[in-house]
């Protein structure tokens, strides 16, 4: 331990307590309507659309999940995580841009669910969202309570109510125009002391030279771009990722919170590239860890790596690091979540003022707060339930993209084709504690089965409807 556990969690409330006041402060001088509170529509510019984007993926896992996939599926497997994470906002482009000319006035992804498709395939695909963002929350969590043990005996519940309760205060009370003002502070943190962990990262290896040396000696395959286990994690990322990204509520809150649809596209574009190079820079420690400590524990490989006799300053700079990181990506999960309990209650409950929908929106991402916290303080893997939760998207993701160009595609089809993608997928999906040799199958099962089957339902003799495409804009629910 670099830190004692006074010290560390005297640093750790510092933090969060200075990140939680500084946006309290910067969400009193902007308070606005539940509409503001959920989409901020129309006033971010492109350089704030790229710096939002950038710091809610850049979560904490960063540190972790590149590192130990580069100590199994080598450099491959690192480039196919750092296109991965990329792919999602590229792909958004264009639907975004397509979402903004059907329904300018949205909020919500369900909410074009619920208006192109009908309640079955609304009450499904927000199943999958929730239990997405609920494990994309609760890994981020993890991760920095986990952060934090390595420099300090400090509990992982302990440091889970900290960082839970900090940004839940300011997220809650300033909602997505806060979320996007934090996400700009933390990225001016984050990029100093990310340059930072790279440098010591790279003289505690010794450099690139002695790692590439080792590893072509004892572990060539880690280096090689065409082995086959590592290319097969590289596509298994690249299509679990892409698909899954395109479910998360927070990146449709930041298509409508772009200033018109040219800030989104450069937006969009250079947030998702830039995004890459990290990716990618954190997985290198994976490849030094296999160099220099190939018996220890892969799961914190870059952590193996970074702390040999550091100083206390850099222990410190960790915590502040981490706690950025999780901030930034919580914020806005938490956001998300708030946007549908938002404008889906406000369906169950037409007479209900904005500031009663406002209020109760509050109340359910506190209660939902509860179990994240109680989770994250086990310190379980969540790989597991991330892995089944990008499988669920990946059979979602056609059947209800494809209405967003298709008139002719209706909510029966996009059911239908969704089950057999999920019953094909879940097929092939390993359970727990097996080994994980059919991942790509599963994925690739599950995304192209609804493909064919939405195919096949239109060779069937039954009567075709053509959907009113534009009648879209109108079926949108102002929130005041």
């Given at each position: ?153 400090i509990p992982l519940w302990t ?241 209800v993209f494809y209405g967003l ?76």
């Open positions: 331990m670099m830190l004692d556990t006074t010290s560390a969690l005297w640093w750790l409330l510092l933090f969060s307590v200075a990140y939680a006041s500084a946006s309290i402060l910067y969400a009193r001088q902007r308070q606005g309507s539940l509409e503001d509170y959920v989409v901020a529509r129309n006033s971010q510019s492109s350089l704030a659309t790229v710096l939002t984007l950038m710091a809610s993926t850049l979560g904490a896992w960063i540190l972790f999940s590149p590192a130990q996939a580069a100590t199994w599926g080598g450099l491959a497997a690192v480039i196919g995580y750092a296109l991965g994470s990329m792919s999602p906002r590229l792909a958004m482009i264009p639907l975004g841009r397509r979402m903004r000319e059907l329904m300018p006035g949205g909020h919500t992804l369900t909410e074009f669910l619920l208006a192109r498709y009908g309640r079955p395939l609304y009450a499904l695909v927000l199943v999958i969202m929730l239990f997405y963002m609920f494990i994309a929350l609760t890994a981020e969590i993890t991760a920095i309570a986990k952060l934090v043990t390595l420099v300090a005996p440091t889970a109510a900290i960082v839970m309760g900090c940004t839940l205060l300011y997220t809650a009370y300033g909602g997505l125009r806060t979320s996007i003002f934090t996400d700009k502070v933390h990225m001016v943190v984050v990029i100093p002391l990310l340059a930072t962990l790279l440098f010591m990262g790279w003289r505690a290896s010794g450099g690139a030279a002695s790692v590439i040396e080792t590893l072509q000696a004892q572990q060539p395959r880690l280096l090689s771009l065409t082995d086959p286990i590592g290319i097969k994690a590289d596509f298994t990322f690249l299509v679990a990722i892409l698909l899954t990204g395109l479910f998360h509520q927070g990146n449709w809150q930041r298509i409508y919170a772009a200033r018109d649809s040219k800030s989104m596209q450069r937006g969009f574009l250079f947030g998702g590239m830039m995004v890459a190079p990290f990716i990618l820079v954190m997985g290198l420690f994976g490849l030094a860890f296999m160099a220099i400590t190939p018996g220890g524990d892969s799961s914190v490989a870059l952590f193996e790596v970074v702390i040999r006799d550091v100083p206390a300053w850099f222990a410190v700079m960790l915590i502040f690091l981490g706690l950025s990181l999780v901030m930034s990506s919580a914020d806005t999960t938490i956001c998300a979540i708030s946007s549908i309990v938002a404008v889906d209650l406000g369906r169950l409950m037409p007479q209900a003022s904005p500031a009663r929908m406002l209020r109760l929106a509050r109340v359910l991402i506190f209660v939902t707060a509860i179990p994240v916290m109680a989770v994250a303080a086990q310190g379980y893997s969540v790989l597991y339930l991330f892995l089944l939760a990008d499988l669920l998207c990946s059979a979602a993701a056609f059947p160009y298709s008139r002719r595609h209706d909510g029966f089809s996009a059911t239908v084709a969704t089950l057999a993608g999920l019953a094909a997928g879940l097929f092939m999906f390993p359970l727990p504690g097996q080994p994980m040799d059919h991942l790509l199958e599963s994925f690739l099962l599950a995304a192209l089965v609804p493909v064919a089957v939405t195919a096949a339902l239109r060779l069937l003799p039954r009567r075709q409807v053509h959907f009113d495409l534009g009648s879209l804009a109108q079926k949108v629910r102002k929130l005041g």
